[in-house]
């Protein structure tokens, strides 16, 4: 294997690819769009304790491009700087399919979304934000855009506890707006897979498979690329959640983790249908 293609293998798996440097070049395009294209408004930002680390925990929305992320990245340098650690899980299909894009992503704190890497920016004093729907709640159909839905998953739970750190949500409103998802029909494809008809792209099971109104493509068919369109969108840094147990005994007792798992989606429930009705 070429030094390349071990680069590209190993990417994602280290803390170390994260560069001030390349997030401080980036601040005036994020800018740009936070300030003129999405027009930003945003709160709650004083719910972050300025020092120790957090689990910060988020809603996806807008498809492949998640516009309410980087403005919320955005957010957390100008207020913290670069130098503030902070570490996000990206899907581990994105460091396969595009690692160029992944290679980029990684500069600005992006390790795969693995609890080994969650666990590791934690002892190394950073906060990780991560956002459990994945591709199921990124690509969620356009008239579910106002619920949180993390698909069952749990596993940020466990981390919280075993850890021992808050949890504090991120919400937005308008993201999902960027593109209209009209419907997810990945049950037939994934039949027609099964079936031998048609191979995923790349070998990699895409999870969902959007049929999606949204720019460049005027209607977008499977999870591809997007250019959001230019909505206003509204992001709030939520009261932390602060769970009565901690420790690995916790985080093995499945009832309470199910408990904790429905007390932050009811809160973040909450949180967004506020924020909706400000509008």
Known sequence: ??????????????????????????????????????????????????????LLVGSHNGGLASPDTSMMMYDWFRRFGTERLVYGLLHRHVWKVNPQLAQLAAKTGAVIAHPKMAIAAFRKGASVLVYPGGAQDVFRPHHLRHKIHFAGRKGFIKLALREGVPIIPVISNGAHDTLIVLADFYQQVRQLHEWGLLPWLYGVDPEVFPIYLGLPWGLGIGPLPNIPLPVPIHTRVCTPIVFDRYGDEAASDRTYVDACYEQVLTQMQLELDDLVNLV
């Open 1 to 54: 294997m070429n030094a390349s293609k071990t680069s590209i293998h190993k990417l994602g798996w280290s803390l170390e690819e994260r560069d001030p440097r390349i997030i401080e070049t980036l601040m005036p395009l994020w800018g740009w769009f936070y300030h003129y294209y999405f027009r930003v408004k945003t709160e709650g930002w004083h719910h972050i304790p300025t020092q120790g680390k957090v």
